[in-house]
């Protein structure tokens, strides 16, 4: 893990949302690669021992990524994230739903819109995400699903994915 990346989340109950700062120890390039080629997705995204397998993704405006989270038993639990804004190195903005395996909907698990915005200083490159739910029982839900432990363990992924990225 990169040992001087700084990891910020919280949580605000009021407007339901969630917001994360990471910071990775790799040029924007690189981050942003890791976070739009399904190859490199497929490497970091799920937290261990469980796995992504991405089915398609088609990174542009009005495109999805199609994957599925895969666990050690081989359970997949199916998600799309369908692209709303695209700004190439600056920000990416999806819808995140749980859905079966051709992309339709499935109710009764929160849907949440991300924003990402990326920015690099001195070859660092930090990631600011916000997750905005529709009300408090989806922030709520998202919450008692691990979602805080989760990510922050994919986040880790990350910064082994990038390290790799970095050796010659």
């Known amino acids: 893990m990169n040992k001087n ?6 949580v ?16 924007l390039k690189q981050v942003w690669q890791a976070w739009t080629d399904p190859e490199l997705l497929d ?3 799920a937290p261990k021992p469980y796995h992504i397998e991405t089915k ?5 405006e009005g495109g999805r990524w199609l994957y599925a989270m895969v666990s ?19 920000s990416i903005s999806w819808l995140d739903a749980f859905c079966d395996e ?4 499935t109710y009764g698990k929160p849907n949440s819109s991300w924003t990402n915005i990326f920015s690099e200083e001195n070859g660092t490159t930090t990631v600011d995400i916000t997750l905005q739910h529709e009300s408090k029982a989806d ?8 979602f805080k ?8 992924n990350l910064d082994k994915v990038l390290s790799n990225l970095n050796t010659p």
């Not at 990346?5 to 919280?10: H, I, K, R």
């Not at 605000?12 to 040029?27: G, L």
């Open 56 to 60: 398609s993704l088609n990174f542009e």
């Open 139 to 146: 922030l709520e839900m998202v919450i008692q699903m691990g």
């Open 5 to 10: 990346a700084s990891l910020e989340f919280t």
């Open 72 to 90: 050690p038993t081989n359970e997949k639990d199916w998600c799309k994230a369908d692209y709303k804004k695209i700004a190439h190195l600056k």
């Open 12 to 27: 605000n109950k009021a407007n339901n949302s969630i917001h994360i700062k990471r910071e990775f120890d790799a040029n």
């Open 149 to 156: 432990e989760g990510f922050s363990m994919a986040l880790e």
């Open 43 to 45: 490497k970091w995204w």
């Open 102 to 105: 051709e992309g339709n909907d």
